[in-house]
């Protein structure tokens, strides 16, 4: 059974810092993972998708790496902004339980002005 | 634009009534689609994969009597919260997958039963 994992639970830093997100997951047999923001009583943004044939994506001040073989990746953000204060979800899709995501805890951000 | 539709946004609803909640594909035929629920300040967890022309199939823990999922066409999915309680209150959202690769998710749907 897939599991998914993100650290930290919660991070506050000041504005301009830089910073990483963490997500593990146990089984490597993935299609995609999918890092995601939600903003408080909304909906998904999807931020980056990295497909398990790549090792990262970037947008803008965000980049995103993946190990598969480890189980790791990173999401890095650049520059951090309090418009940035969100929770990150990260989620993989896989081989072995179809196209569905299974999505981690979260890592809760505030970026403080 | 928007590839998934999901409506009502909001539903209140008072306890042992049923909610109906529509999760529209825009931009393409969808002959699957998943609904995921989400607890205040928790994760998004799977409830059950709607097939088109096909039962529903559900997650461990999850009752397919209450939680009734209707996938009425290739554009169309709806899950119907029967007798719902107040431990039903959740973020219900839903995602259509498209091939392997992507997948999109509506906008969700808050549910609270007073």
């Known amino acids: 059974k897939q599991e998914v994992t993100q650290i930290p639970a919660a991070l506050s830093v000041p504005e301009g810092e830089n910073l990483v997100l963490n997500c593990s997951f146990t089984?490597?047999?993935?299609?995609?993972l999918q890092w995601f923001r939600q903003d408080p009583g909304k909906g998904l943004t999807s931020l980056l998708l990295i497909q398990s044939s790549q090792r990262e994506q970037t947008s803008g001040r965000l980049n995103a790496s993946l190990d598969k073989s480890s189980g790791r990746s990173t999401l890095y953000i650049a520059a951090s902004q309090p418009g940035d204060s969100a929770t990150y979800l990260c989620a993989v899709s896989g081989v072995n339980y179809g196209q569905n995501f299974v999505f981690g805890p979260g890592t809760r951000l505030s970026v403080l002005p | 634009g928007a590839v998934v539709s999901q409506h009502p946004s909001r539903v209140i609803c008072k306890s042992g009534t049923s909610v109906k909640i529509e999760c529209r594909s825009l931009?393409?035929?969808?002959?699957?689609m998943f609904w995921y629920r989400q607890f205040p300040k928790q994760s998004l967890m799977l409830m059950a994969t709607?097939?088109?022309?096909?039962?529903?199939?559900?997650e461990q823990g999850v009752e397919k009597d209450k939680f009734l999922i209707n996938h009425a066409s290739l554009t169309l999915s709806t899950l119907t919260v029967t007798s719902a309680h107040p431990e039903d209150s959740s973020f219900y959202i839903c995602s259509l997958p498209r091939g392997s690769v992507e997948q999109y998710f509506g906008p969700g749907t808050r549910l609270t039963v007073t």
């Open positions: 709607s097939n088109e022309g096909s039962k529903a199939t559900y």
């Open positions: 931009d393409f035929q969808a002959t699957t």
């Open positions: 089984d490597s047999a993935i299609y995609n």
